[in-house]
């Protein structure tokens, strides 16, 4: 392809993406691109035509890829993990992850960032859905973020211009995020810390953290939890194929090992359905789903 013929960073062919998703599922990008660093993408964007497919990942951890995989481009953000300290704030660029941002204002002694301890993603991912945990949000400490659109154009908008709302950004979508600027407020790192040990241990508790899964699976509905919707509904411990939900945290689907795509898909549906029949209340996916369906035999049922 002549748009990567003055890139420097890797481009691979029918690369499969399951390695680059928490839950280790799914088919391969027609081109797999990391760029070398922000520069690089930026480069490609204004090479690459704006209506050919192209999606951005960034540590997988909130996408499940379909067994038929995805056409066009699909560009690894892993390379963009700069994190630099700015008085009271830091700058990231978007495929830094949460963690080591949560880590990097301790370090620092800035409080107000601990909560992304509790979120297994890049800051990327994290704007591009306004994610949160323990009460806080992106939008509480988001200051602005570089973009890039499809006509290579780059410019900085405000957390007010991007119209966040719980697990939503109203941006457009075309629009790739390149980098962002986080408040912080200053504290003490053994304070910052203390508070982070805390979130680190209640995942530990409570959240199936060393399994193949992702984050949460369903967006919680106003004032209600989905993990108790989905325990009242009978489907804690459900398996399809090699699908189940987890027993220990029943907002999260797990890949016994030899999972298909498509076992996670369906039985994240049929949760849906079984909670939907019991309560009436419609469980919107917090977990994106891509790539093309195909039809794979499957081991077993549901149980």
């Known amino acids: 392809m002549q748009y990567f013929s003055e890139i420097k960073g890797e481009i691979f062919k029918n690369k499969s993406l399951a390695p680059l998703t928490w839950f280790k599922v799914g088919g391969p990008a027609e081109y797999l691109f990391t760029p070398e660093d ?7 964007i204004k090479k690459y035509p704006s209506h050919f497919p192209k999606m951005v990942i960034g540590a997988g951890s909130n996408l499940l890829i379909r067994e038929g995989g995805l056409s066009g481009v699909v560009i690894s953000m892993k390379n963009l993990n700069t994190i630099n300290l700015n008085g009271e704030n830091i700058y990231a660029e978007t495929g830094a992850l949460d963690m080591s941002i949560a880590r990097k204002a301790s370090m620092m002694g800035l409080s107000g960032l601990e ?19 323990y009460g806080s949000e992106i939008k509480d400490i988001l200051i602005d973020v570089e973009v890039i659109d499809n006509s290579g154009s780059v410019f900085h908008v405000s957390q007010k211009e991007l119209k966040l709302e719980y697990r939503k950004n109203n941006s457009p979508k075309d629009w790739i995020f390149l980098s962002c600027n986080l408040k912080g407020v200053k504290s003490q ?41 989905i325990d009242e509904a009978g489907c804690r411990g459900l398996v399809l194929g ?31 359905n079984r909670v939907f029949d019991e309560t009436g209340i419609g469980l919107e996916w917090e977990i994106v789903r891509v790539g093309k369906k195909v039809h794979i035999k499957r081991e077993g049922s549901y149980e």
Do not use: Y
């Open 38 to 44: 922000k520069t690089d993408l930026i480069q490609f």
């Open 189 to 229: 790192t053994s304070i910052v810390r203390t508070k982070m040990k805390e979130i680190i241990n209640d995942r530990k508790n409570n959240q199936p953290i060393n399994q193949l899964t992702g984050g949460s699976t369903f967006k919680n509905p106003k004032k209600l939890k989905s993990w108790k919707l």
């Open 115 to 133: 909560f992304l301890i509790g979120i297994p993603g890049t800051i990327g991912g994290g704007i591009k859905m306004n994610a949160g945990s």
């Open 242 to 272: 090699n699908a189940k939900v987890s027993e220990k945290h029943c907002n999260f689907l797990i890949n016994n090992g030899n999972a298909l795509s498509s076992d996670i898909e369906d039985l994240g549906e049929i949760v849906r």
